[in-house]
């Protein structure tokens, strides 16, 4: 991950990478991944892999971090809101659309074939409906209290996404270099908000909008330290807080629902892993260097997109041979869980998690990966290519 901003430089690593934090985006896309896998033994069960949902608010926190750093300067000097915006959304929607696309088609199969048992309810209706499809098409669904679209159930997450982008480029826009001020008041204000007022929030300030805001919020700030005196410098000792930071924040993504202010804590510890990691000196950060894990990396959005498609139809594959059903929860619609024994429903998910990966790298070479390009020479006139090409999709 390469980051520039007028004025940033001497804020960068010798190399101009942040590579160690790249693949750290893919290791939650992937923790998320076996977070949607129902069912399985004592690894898919795991505390730690029930808690999964959580590797979401490190991509918010490093989300802000990294936009800060491409963006948050040249918007503070006045760079357009719009031309920024529509840079994103060539980068984030290519892929949303082309899923949303399957998926239309997979409920159209439904209505004219009937196939029987596939699926549990009528084909365009409970969270599938038309209506819904256009919030979802919008990217708007993250913004409703609660959230009611079941299309590409996990692009709440990109929608909140697009509505922080817009928050954080106007921030810039009218407070300069002090919008890192702002998005810290923002940023303690949306955790005030969901630890103690959570039963009074409505639309458009959703919780996921908040949880979003938080996260950001202080990814800005962990560029603002980083890119000032304060930056850390762990030096010889940089591979001990690189194990600290990830022990604290492995247990608290576990237990962050049982602790007062949980997720403004676990926030914290992902911001602290940023700085920690952002220095990438460290023995686990130069395992994160290594290709396999720079791979992952680069295919994490794509992973994040496909992998719900993937583990549903992989899933009734494996009803095909009883060894998964489909349960309805109302809370949640459809759930596919693998029923095998606990041994080979953790074999099979993890089959499904590789077969996941093979689809995100066949997502991200072609579809991300030419939008990725499409954004970059679109941005070269304004004179950000440099920056489009490394800001993050996710």
Same mark, same amino acid.
């Given at each position: 991950?390469?980051?520039?901003? *007028?004025?940033?430089?001497?804020?960068?690593?010798?190399?101009?990478?942040?590579?160690?934090?790249?693949?750290?985006?893919?290791?939650?896309?992937?923790?998320?991944?076996?977070?949607?896998?129902?069912?399985?033994?004592?690894?898919?069960?795991?505390?730690?892999?029930?808690?999964?949902?959580?590797?979401?608010?490190?991509?918010?926190?490093?989300?802000?971090?990294?936009?800060?750093?491409?963006?948050?300067?040249?918007?503070?000097?006045?760079?357009?809101?719009?031309?920024?915006?529509?840079?994103?959304?060539?980068?984030?929607?290519?892929?949303?659309?082309?899923?949303?696309?399957?998926?239309?088609?997979? !409920?159209?199969?439904? *209505?004219?074939?009937?196939?029987?048992?596939?699926?549990?309810?009528?084909?365009?209706?409970?969270?599938?409906?038309?209506?819904?499809?256009?919030?979802?098409?919008?990217?708007?669904?993250?913004?409703?209290?609660?959230? =009611?679209?079941?299309?590409?159930?996990?692009?709440?997450?990109?929608?909140?996404?697009?509505?922080?982008? @817009?928050?954080?480029?106007?921030?810039?826009?009218?407070?300069? %270099?002090?919008?890192?001020?702002?998005?810290?008041?923002?940023?303690?204000?949306?955790?005030?908000?969901?630890?103690?007022? #959570?039963?009074?929030?409505?639309?458009?300030?959703?919780?996921?909008?908040?949880?979003?805001?938080?996260?950001?919020?202080?990814?800005?700030?962990?560029?603002?330290?980083?890119?000032?005196? /304060?930056?850390?410098?762990?030096?010889?000792?940089?591979?001990?807080? !690189?194990?600290?930071?990830?022990?604290?924040?492995?247990?608290? &993504?576990? =237990?962050?629902? %049982?602790?007062?202010?949980?997720?403004?804590?676990?926030?914290?510890?992902? *911001?602290?892993?940023?700085?920690?990691?952002?220095? #990438? =000196?460290?023995?686990?950060?130069?395992? /994160?260097?290594?290709? *396999?894990?720079?791979?992952?990396?680069?295919?994490?959005?794509?992973?994040?997109?496909?992998?719900?498609?993937?583990?549903?139809?992989?899933?009734?594959?494996? %009803? &095909?041979?009883?060894?998964?059903?489909?349960?309805?929860?109302?809370?949640?619609?459809?759930?596919?869980?693998?029923?095998?024994?606990?041994?080979?429903?953790?074999?099979?998910?993890?089959?499904?998690?590789? @077969?996941?990966?093979?689809?995100?790298?066949?997502?991200?070479?072609?579809? !991300?990966?030419?939008?990725?390009?499409?954004?970059?020479?679109?941005?070269?006139?304004?004179?950000?290519?440099?920056?489009?090409?490394?800001?993050?999709?996710?």
């Amino acid at each position: 991950m390469v980051v520039a901003s *007028a004025g940033s430089k001497a804020s960068l690593p010798d190399s101009g990478r942040f590579i160690a934090l790249d693949s750290f985006r893919g290791i939650a896309a992937l923790i998320v991944a076996a977070y949607h896998l129902h069912g399985g033994g004592p690894l898919l069960q795991s505390d730690f892999v029930q808690s999964g949902a959580t590797a979401v608010d490190f991509f918010f926190v490093l989300s802000g971090f990294v936009i800060a750093g491409s963006y948050g300067a040249r918007l503070a000097a006045g760079f357009s809101v719009l031309r920024f915006m529509v840079l994103r959304l060539g980068r984030i929607y290519p892929l949303h659309i082309v899923l949303l696309a399957i998926l239309v088609a997979q !409920e159209l199969a439904q *209505a004219y074939l009937a196939i029987p048992g596939a699926s549990l309810r009528a084909p365009f209706s409970s969270g599938h409906t038309p209506g819904q499809l256009l919030l979802t098409l919008l990217l708007v669904q993250g913004l409703q209290t609660p959230i =009611t679209s079941d299309w590409s159930l996990q692009s709440w997450s990109i929608s909140v996404e697009l509505w922080l982008y @817009v928050l954080a480029a106007t921030s810039w826009h009218a407070f300069g %270099r002090l919008a890192w001020i702002a998005a810290l008041s923002a940023a303690l204000v949306s955790g005030y908000l969901m630890e103690f007022r #959570g039963a009074d929030l409505s639309t458009p300030f959703s919780p996921e909008l908040l949880r979003g805001i938080l996260g950001f919020g202080l990814g800005i700030v962990c560029w603002t330290i980083w890119s000032s005196p /304060l930056q850390p410098r762990l030096g010889a000792a940089a591979t001990v807080f !690189e194990g600290l930071v990830i022990s604290v924040s492995a247990c608290l &993504m576990v =237990t962050q629902d %049982r602790l007062v202010i949980g997720q403004i804590v676990l926030d914290v510890s992902f *911001a602290v892993l940023v700085l920690v990691f952002a220095g #990438g =000196t460290g023995w686990f950060s130069r395992q /994160l260097q290594r290709k *396999a894990f720079v791979l992952l990396g680069k295919i994490s959005y794509s992973l994040y997109m496909v992998h719900p498609l993937v583990m549903a139809r992989g899933t009734d594959v494996f %009803r &095909m041979f009883g060894l998964g059903t489909v349960q309805w929860d109302p809370d949640g619609g459809q759930i596919r869980v693998i029923t095998a024994s606990p041994l080979l429903a953790d074999l099979l998910g993890i089959l499904l998690l590789c @077969v996941a990966l093979a689809a995100a790298w066949i997502s991200w070479r072609c579809i !991300e990966s030419p939008a990725r390009a499409w954004s970059r020479r679109l941005a070269s006139p304004m004179g950000v290519a440099r920056s489009e090409a490394v800001a993050p999709t996710m």
